[in-house]
């Protein structure tokens, strides 16, 4: 049962990751979002960890081509990518179908 429930809950962020990707930032081919929502996410996860100078100019340049609504939605993505993580080898959000 606490396996199905892990599947509804990864479902639900699958499910709301594309709704907030696919509604972000619609002046922009959904390649860049994706493109930008990647390196964006590598260079949060590096600057946790060891802060770099340089990383966090490429985050600011891209974040700067968003709108303000959609510069929000990025963080949002990350969560629900984590959130979609399963116990199964954690296979991402992305990858299942």
Known sequence: MAHSAQAH???????????TFHELAPYKHRYEVFRDF???A???LH??????????EEYLQIIAGYKKPDQMAFPKLL???QTGFTGDGL??????E
């Open 9 to 19: 809950g990864c479902d639900a962020a699958l499910a709301a990751f594309k709704k």
């Open 38 to 40: 990647v390196t964006m």
């Open 42 to 44: 590598a260079c949060s």
């Open 47 to 56: 600057n946790a960890v060891h802060k770099d100078p340089d990383r966090e």
């Open 79 to 81: 969560g629900l990518n």
């Open 91 to 96: 296979v991402p959000i992305l990858r299942r």
